[in-house]
């Protein structure tokens, strides 16, 4: 399996000798897919975990899965990896129709959008007379 890891696309192709991926009693060919991806990845000094997206608070459906890194204290980068088609196609079936697949990318996930300054200022509303 060859990855290429840019700046919002993680581009997964198929090589000679890769597992099939189909759905079985230990889950999609999805969960599977990204099973794999996730060991690679740590081999390359990741620190990924595989997990339902719900579990983590994001409002999706149950059964969203997405490789995400593991803490804060994890090594860079602090990424999301999920597949943005996953209503339509397992991503897993697709590498193995077509040969590739295209999973989202989202990096600095513990990156704080609010400062802690900005969050303490109190909200002034005005409402109109």
Same mark, same amino acid.
Request: aromatic residues 8%; positive net charge.
């Given at each position: 399996?060859?990855?290429?890891?840019?700046?919002?696309?993680?581009?997964?192709?198929?090589?000679?000798?890769?597992?099939?991926?189909?759905? @079985?009693?230990?889950?999609?060919?999805?969960?599977?897919? +990204?099973?794999?991806?996730?060991?690679? =990845?740590? /081999?390359?000094?990741? !620190?990924?975990?595989?997990?339902?997206?719900?579990?983590?608070?994001?409002?999706?459906?149950?059964?969203?899965?997405?490789?995400?890194?593991?803490?804060?204290?994890?090594?860079?980068?602090?990424?999301y990896?999920?597949?943005? @088609?996953?209503?339509?196609?397992?991503?897993?079936?697709? +590498?193995?129709?077509?040969?590739?697949? =295209?999973? /989202?990318?989202?990096? !600095?996930?513990?990156?704080?959008?609010?400062?802690n300054?900005?969050?303490?200022?109190?909200?002034?509303?005005?409402?109109?007379?």
């Open positions: 399996m060859q990855l290429e890891l840019d700046r919002h696309v993680l581009t997964v192709k198929r090589e000679k000798g890769d597992p099939s991926y189909s759905d @079985s009693e230990w889950g999609s060919a999805e969960s599977r897919l +990204l099973y794999h991806i996730k060991k690679i =990845l740590n /081999a390359q000094g990741m !620190d990924l975990i595989k997990k339902r997206m719900w579990k983590d608070g994001h409002m999706v459906s149950d059964d969203q899965l997405y490789l995400r890194t593991r803490s804060k204290a994890s090594a860079k980068p602090h990424i990896i999920w597949n943005g @088609s996953w209503q339509v196609q397992d991503a897993g079936h697709r +590498l193995m129709e077509k040969g590739y697949v =295209l999973f /989202a990318v989202e990096r !600095d996930v513990f990156k704080q959008e609010i400062s300054e900005q969050s303490a200022r109190p909200t002034q509303a005005r409402l109109r007379p």
